[in-house]
């Protein structure tokens, strides 16, 4: 994984908003802090920092890589895509490369569409997906319900054609629920809603929550997901070592594990130090468990995204 440096704590925001919610964020999110990108700092920074940390830990070298993903809805321009700089500045000289978009279910997304060009065409043995997530960009800092919870970081991850049956993609399921798409979003600067003087004026091209999700929503479908992909790869969800999860909040984290039967910690959470970083965060948290030594080989585990559209995905490796 890769983050900023600047560190933005809690305390900065009662100032700028003129009021506790330091309290309010530990006690409800556990968020203590995150990460924003500085002026002159670029995502695609982030992404190449990320992508060569993944190759030194795989042992790869980048002309390796046939295949470059970047999952994100902050890209670095609305075109050409994010993984044309990266594929380029990270001297990925032999890798086809594109963006996707499904939000903060991007790493998923990202690993399980790459998964698929592996299994389908030989050419394919090497790819890199990325999370990466710039939203500080996109915030309105007068905005308590935005502006508190989002940051910025970036992830990747190598997956690798093998031969061992004992190891690997295991199963996924993916849906999508298109009646909130209207519930959070940028909605200015596509092509629906070009941006203007005026929408830039009254931050209309920044991040907006214009609906209410129902609480019950992720728990819900995140516990029927990881139940699916479970049956799909013909192993009991009691198995499961680690589910990494989008880590908007830890509540609703903990619900799911709790509707599982799994220990709490089964699912690591990153978002006291790093805020929520939406595409990057399932990638991060793994990087960090991996770090630990907390997945071991044969450990089954699942990673579960959920974003904004809504985009849900779920898969199951074992490691």
């Known amino acids: 994984m890769a983050v900023p440096d600047n560190v933005v704590p809690n305390s900065w925001f009662n100032g700028r908003l003129g009021e506790d919610v330091d309290t309010w964020l530990q006690e409800n999110l556990t968020i203590r802090e995150r990460r924003w990108m500085k ?44 993984a044309s700089v990266v594929c380029h500045k990270a001297g990925l000289s032999k890798a086809a490369s594109f963006d996707l978009n499904s939000a903060c279910a991007g790493f998923v997304t990202a690993s399980e569409t790459a998964v698929n060009f592996i299994k389908a065409d030989p050419r394919y043995t090497k790819a890199v997906v990325v999370g990466a ?42 849906r999508t629920k298109g009646e909130y798409y209207d519930y959070m979003g940028i909605y200015e600067g596509g092509s629906a809603h070009p941006v203007s003087s005026e929408s830039v004026k009254e931050q209309k091209h920044k991040l907006v929550f214009t609906k209410k999700f129902p609480k019950e929503l992720n728990p819900v479908m995140w516990t029927d997901m990881i139940r699916s992909v479970a049956a799909r790869g013909g192993f009991e969800v009691r198995e499961i070592k680690k589910a990494f999860m989008t880590q908007i909040n830890i509540n609703q984290i903990w619900e799911t594990m709790d509707n599982l039967g799994l220990p709490r910690d089964t699912a690591p959470a990153i978002m006291s130090t790093y805020g929520y970083t939406g595409s990057a965060a399932i990638g991060m948290a793994m990087d960090e468990t991996i770090r630990k030594g907390a997945l071991k080989p044969g450990d089954i585990f699942v990673m579960m995204g959920s974003g904004g559209g809504l985009s849900f995905a779920c898969n199951a490796f074992r490691y």
């Open 39 to 82: 002026e002159g700092e670029k995502m695609s920074d982030l992404c190449i920092e990320a992508v060569r940390k993944a190759l030194d830990m795989a042992e790869v070298r980048p002309e390796e890589i046939d295949l470059l993903i970047i999952s994100t809805d902050t890209p670095e321009y609305i075109s050409p895509s994010t």
């Open 133 to 174: 997530y710039g939203m500080s960009r996109y915030l309105n800092l007068d905005d308590k319900k935005t502006v508190t919870l989002f940051a910025d970081g970036a992830s990747a991850a190598v997956l690798e054609a093998t031969g061992d049956s004992g190891r690997g993609h295991l199963a996924s399921d993916m």
